[in-house]
Each structure stands twice: as structure tokens, then as C-alpha cells.
């Protein structure tokens, strides 16, 4: 069946680079996610990329996508306090029906 | 101001009473969704609908039920037979339009507390 995965935790420190890792197991997959969740909200679309590209770069993210492996990664530059949240990817299932998998998140935390 | 909305932010209910989540969106959205999250989990999907009149279960749909009359709402009632309610709920929508990437739109939440 499908299955997302990502590390629990990362810790960093203000101003380095965060990297946060997700594997997920549909290789039909169209579409994939990163979200941001701030404590006790909804989730924010970071960005996404659609499986036939290998990078995608958005100010201060960049997204890295290895097909072969099914390996998403998302990296964030200059990392500041503001990121810290957790982190979810989602990979898109189903065609016409929108229907997105989750794992199960990574809480990032930016130590000043 | 296009966005979803999700009302109330905190819901306290008795075991045994049913209890209706909201869930309206002005994104001109066919599709909505509706997510549980628990701690230390990723969110698992209780029912979509991709248009009015239409719904269906998804992964974990006992306990739950949802309408979409109105192509702006889709309620979700928590009934008395959901053996563990207690949890976080969020509503989604995405468009269905073709060339599109289906990104789905969170809103802000519903913490539901049953005692």
C-alpha cells in the first residue's frame, strides 16, 4: 500500500541550512507536496513538483526529487525562527481524485 | 479575501452527543476534504467529495458523516458511535480543473474534545 516517510526531528541552528527527508512508496505518483504547520494551525503550502522534474527552486526552498529512489527532499536556506514548525510531504494518489498521502511529519527546530 | 474557513476552533462535547464540524471555502473549489490528526501523526483522511450531491469514504470513515449540498460546505458530524473523537480536524478543497497540480488548501482547524 502507499506509505510516506520522514525522520521525527531536526534541530538546527539559525542561519544554516535545514534538510528534511521524506521517502514515499507510489511510483505513479503525479504530484509532490511539502507543508508547513505552525502549533495548534492548519497546514500552509510550501510548494510541490511534479514528478517529471528533478529540482525546483522557490526563494528560499528548494526541492530535490530523485524518481528512481522515490526520495523527496526539501531544503531551506538561511534557516531562521520563523521555520520552525513541523513539516509534512505528500505524495498525490489516485488520479482525478485528488487524494493525497501524508507522512507523518518532522518538526523542525531553530535554535537562535 | 479567498481562504477556508473552519468554525469552531475549539469544540467541547459529552460522550454520546453528535457533534457538527463547518467547513466553508470561497475558492471556487469542486473539491473538499476532510483530515484527523493526531498527536504525532500524519493527518488520515475521513471523507471527500469532488462535487455537490457527491462524497466519498475515505481510510477512516466509521463514525463519521459529511453532506455537500452547497458547493461552498461540507459539514462533518462526529457521531456517538466514533470510539476515539478526541482529535484535530481540518478541512481541505483543491480545484479539479485538468493541467492543474490538485494542491489542496488547508483551513485553520477544529480541536474537538469529547469527556
Known amino acids: 500500500g502507499e506509505d510516506v516517510e520522514q525522520s521525527l526531528f531536526l534541530s538546527v541552528r539559525e542561519g544554516d541550512s535545514s534538510v528534511i527527508n521524506c521517502t514515499y512508496t507510489d511510483s505513479s505518483s503525479t504530484y509532490l507536496y511539502w507543508y508547513k504547520q505552525e502549533p495548534g494551525a492548519g497546514l500552509q503550502l510550501l510548494t510541490y513538483?511534479?514528478?517529471?522534474?528533478d529540482m525546483k527552486q522557490d526563494q528560499r526552498l528548494t526541492v530535490l526529487l530523485n524518481k528512481k529512489d522515490k526520495h523527496l527532499s526539501l531544503r531551506i536556506a538561511d534557516t531562521q525562527t520563523g521555520d520552525s514548525a513541523i513539516y509534512f510531504c505528500?505524495?498525490?494518489?489516485?488520479?482525478?481524485?485528488?487524494?493525497?498521502?501524508f507522512g507523518t511529519g518532522t518538526l523542525l527546530a531553530v535554535q537562535p | 479575501d479567498g481562504g477556508i474557513t473552519q468554525s469552531p476552533k475549539y469544540l467541547f462535547r459529552k460522550e454520546g452527543q453528535n457533534v457538527t464540524l463547518s467547513c466553508e471555502q470561497n475558492l471556487n473549489h469542486d473539491a473538499m476534504y476532510w483530515y484527523r490528526q493526531d498527536p504525532g501523526q500524519g493527518l488520515r483522511l475521513i471523507y471527500y467529495?469532488?462535487?455537490?450531491?457527491?462524497?466519498q469514504k475515505g481510510d477512516i470513515a466509521e463514525g463519521y458523516s459529511v453532506s455537500r449540498e452547497k458547493k461552498e460546505s461540507f459539514p462533518l458530524t462526529v457521531t456517538s458511535a466514533q470510539k476515539n473523537p478526541t482529535a484535530f480536524y481540518l478541512c481541505a478543497s483543491s480545484s479539479t480543473d485538468r493541467g492543474r497540480a490538485y494542491e489542496q488548501y488547508f483551513g485553520p482547524g477544529t480541536r474537538l474534545t469529547v469527556t
Open positions: 467529495s469532488q462535487i455537490v450531491n457527491d462524497f
Open positions: 505528500a505524495e498525490s494518489i489516485g488520479g482525478a481524485t485528488n487524494k493525497l498521502i
Open positions: 513538483i511534479f514528478s517529471n522534474m
